[in-house]
């Protein structure tokens, strides 16, 4: 779920400058995009690895390591989204700036 910000546009407004509201909230769903597509191969990932983790001689054992695999992944992930902002500009080079 992504929440983006609402302007309650006046009609006295130049119609350049919501032209440029409304690319800039084009612009800004494309990085919002980005990180859902990193949030969604790190769960296909999570999902992969604990599905392929072998059987363990307790549930303590099993819960232990399925808690280490999901912060591990989740810690490799972090890092993609710190790059991508970093790349972005945190979306400035998408274009998702205002005005």
């Known amino acids: 779920t992504f929440t983006f910000p609402i302007?309650?546009?006046?009609s006295n407004l130049s119609p350049d400058?919501?032209?440029k509201w409304d690319d800039y909230l084009t612009r800004l769903q494309v990085h919002e995009d980005g990180h859902r597509d990193i949030a969604?191969?790190?769960a296909c990932r999570i999902y992969e690895?604990?599905?392929s983790l072998q059987e363990y001689q307790s549930c303590n054992d099993?819960?232990?390591?399925?808690?280490e695999t999901g912060e591990r992944i989740l810690d490799i992930y972090r890092e993609k989204h710190s790059e991508?902002?970093?790349d972005t500009g945190h979306g400035l080079t998408q274009g998702a700036f205002f005005p």
Not at 7 to 10: F, L
Not at 62 to 67: P, S, V
């Open 7 to 10: 302007w309650d546009i006046p």
């Open 40 to 42: 969604i191969q790190t």
């Open 49 to 51: 690895e604990l599905f």
């Open 62 to 67: 099993l819960e232990q390591a399925a808690d």
């Open 84 to 86: 991508y902002d970093k």
């Open 17 to 19: 400058l919501v032209t």
